[in-house]
């Protein structure tokens, strides 16, 4: 199973909006309705800021939105603050109660 | 809250065997599948394994399949990785993971809250 392509990195300024894409195949982010997204800061644990697409769990902001497109997931970052700078990581289900994630794209705060 | 603790890492050379272990608390572990994913130095997250609730179902990616073994016991809130004919290209930071549903479905089975690692070093 091949690891999903993200962009290496993305950037903006306080407030502004950010998009990271995540392209897959029809074996997963196609396939599927369960792309989540994780934020890792360097040296700790990844935390899931969404779940299945679109869903943000309780205590994340909702400047955190997903979304999807055929072979290809989202994650905005709305109104973009700097405790935002962190590495992004989408992660699919991939059938046979297997998955597969993205290769991580760092999130810079200008 | 939801904790886990992972622990059985560290330097080991290329062919011998570890175990790792992942102590849960603030959930019904016995309710919940597990997974194990790990992250080499500098690169990206790699799943690993995941196991069902009860122990009966077991999934793996392709290059750990015959090496690694996931188990748990339910009476110790407790999963395992049992990881033998290790390699150079096993190194990596492993975390446990619990799946975000009840049971066993698709739908609830991607991985949500995780441990803080246990630094796996192959070398010789």
């Known amino acids: 199973q091949s690891a999903l392509t993200q962009p290496r990195s993305v950037s903006g300024s306080p407030g502004q909006s950010v998009t990271i894409s995540c392209t897959g195949s029809?074996?997963?982010?196609?396939?599927?309705?369960?792309v989540s997204w994780f934020q890792q800061y360097p040296g700790k644990a990844p935390k899931v800021m969404i779940y299945d697409v679109s869903k943000r769990p309780s205590g994340v902001p909702d400047r955190f939105s997903g979304s999807k497109s055929g072979d290809t997931a989202s994650l905005t970052i709305s109104g973009l603050q700097t405790e935002d700078e962190a590495e992004y990581y989408c992660?699919?289900?991939?059938?046979?109660?297997?998955?597969?994630f993205g290769t991580g794209t760092k999130v810079t705060v200008l | 809250q939801v904790h886990l603790v992972e622990s059985g890492g560290g330097v080991v050379q290329p062919g011998r065997s570890l175990r790792l272990s992942c102590a849960v608390s603030g959930f019904f572990f016995n309710n919940f599948g597990m997974h194990w994913v790990r992250q080499a130095p500098g690169k990206g997250l790699e799943w690993v394994a995941i196991l069902s609730y009860d122990g009966s179902k077991k999934y793996y990616t392709d290059s750990v399949k015959g090496r690694f073994t996931i188990s748990r016991d339910n009476s110790k809130n407790t999963v395992y990785l049992q990881m033998n004919s290790l390699r150079v290209d096993d190194t990596a930071m492993y975390y446990c993971a619990k799946a975000r549903g009840v049971l066993w479905f698709e739908s609830s089975l991607s991985p949500d809250y995780w441990g803080q690692g246990t630094l796996v070093t192959v070398s010789s």
């Open positions: 992660c699919s289900y991939a059938g046979s109660y297997s998955f597969v």
């Open positions: 029809s074996s997963d982010v196609d396939g599927y309705d369960y």
